[in-house]
């Protein structure tokens, strides 16, 4: 019960995030999304896995790695889209 809980929360952890990679992706523009965000987020889901992962919590590890990779897929169209506009 109690990963379930985790699980749950990573789900709603993506879910804060996908909408702006949709819109990203349907609009072929990041400037709305600042790299400032994008580091922010990506340190705090790399410290969360170290978290997760010494403390044994798999739910959090799982969920957050898929998160970073969204931040990180999310990086690379920032820079690529940042560079096609210059």
């Not at 889901?45 to 898929?66: D, H, K, Q, R, S």
Request: glycine share 10%; charged share 10%.
């Amino acid at each position: 019960m109690v990963d379930l809980l985790g699980y749950i929360g990573g789900v709603f952890l993506m879910i804060s995030f996908l909408p702006q990679i949709f819109k990203s992706m349907r609009t072929r523009s990041m400037t709305d999304l600042s790299w400032g965000t994008l580091a922010a987020s990506g340190l705090s889901g790399a410290f969360y896995e170290a978290y997760a992962f010494f403390l044994g919590l798999t739910p959090v590890l799982i969920m957050n790695g898929v998160f970073v990779t969204s931040i990180i897929c999310a990086m690379v169209m920032k820079y690529q889209l940042d560079r096609s506009m210059a």
